[in-house]
T-cell receptor, first 115, second 109 residues
Framework: DGGITQSPKYLFRKEGQNVTLSCEQN?????MYWYRQDPGQGLRLIYYSQIVNDFQKGDIAEGYSVSREKKESFPLTVTSAQKNPTAFYLCASSIDGGISNQPQHFGDGTRLSIL | EDQVTQSPEALRLQEGESSSLNCSYTVSGLRGLFWYRQDPGKGPEFLFTLYSAGEEKEKERLKATLTKKESFLHITAPKPEDSATYLCAPFTGGSRLTFGEGTQLTVNP
């Protein structure tokens, strides 16, 4: 079945530690996105990529980094510079980055907590 | 700046009690709107795309409608399995979406 796989489902970070969240899709979608979801704040865009080897900052990119070396993969690193990383992180993809007005499809998220 | 407001924030219904959720927005160059359903601990699941004012889409007990300034998600005779958070996102043709904060629906048996 085609879809978006996020791993791990739960992740714990120690102070001063970088952690990487995995996102893989087999939908052959060009565009991929990372969102952060906090209670009462909805989905906020961290980074997005419309094509391999290219990505753009979203609204809350500080303290995060991404790479897009393969079409299928868009890992997110939460660095020690992100002072409040506890949140639910969602990865999404869309066929062409909105050109044809197609929706984004989401993985089932990674919940990150601070030890 | 695009703004999206969903109301109410939370809604409790008895099984079979119909109601509506609202999504109002201020966006430039609106091309349509997406509705999603999100279960606790899961990612949003795509429900509908609405492209133009007056358009309606239906799926089981859900019907979505669109005007120039807002969209409604009508729930007819809901069941407990309809309990979820419902999110809307107007789109303008670009890569980025602005999501509303959602309406948390609880349907009691």
């Amino acid at each position: 079945d085609g879809g978006i796989t996020q791993s791990p489902k739960y992740l714990f970070r120690k102070e001063g530690q970088n952690v990487t969240l995995s996102c893989e899709q087999n939908l052959n979608h060009d565009a991929m996105y990372w969102y952060r979801q906090d209670p009462g704040q909805g989905l906020r865009l961290i980074y997005y990529s419309q094509i391999v080897n290219d990505f753009q900052k979203g609204d809350i990119a500080e303290g995060y980094s991404v790479s897009r070396e393969k079409k299928e993969s868009f890992p997110l690193t939460v660095t020690s510079a992100q002072k409040n990383p506890t949140a639910f992180y969602l990865c999404a993809s869309s066929i062409d980055g909105g050109i044809s007005n197609q929706p984004q499809h989401f993985g089932d998220g990674t919940r990150l907590s601070i030890l | 700046e695009d703004q999206v407001t969903q109301s109410p924030e939370a809604l409790r219904l008895q099984e079979g009690e119909s109601s509506s959720l609202n999504c109002s927005y201020t966006v430039s160059g609106l091309r349509g709107l997406f509705w999603y359903r999100q279960d606790p601990g899961k990612g949003p699941e795509f429900l509908f795309t609405l492209y133009s004012a007056g358009e309606e889409k239906e799926k089981e007990r859900l019907k979505a409608t669109l005007t120039k300034k807002e969209s409604f998600l009508h729930i007819t005779a809901p069941k407990p399995e309809d309990s979820a958070t419902y999110l809307c996102a107007p789109f303008t043709g670009g890569s980025r979406l602005t999501f509303g904060e959602g309406t948390q629906l609880t349907v009691n048996p």
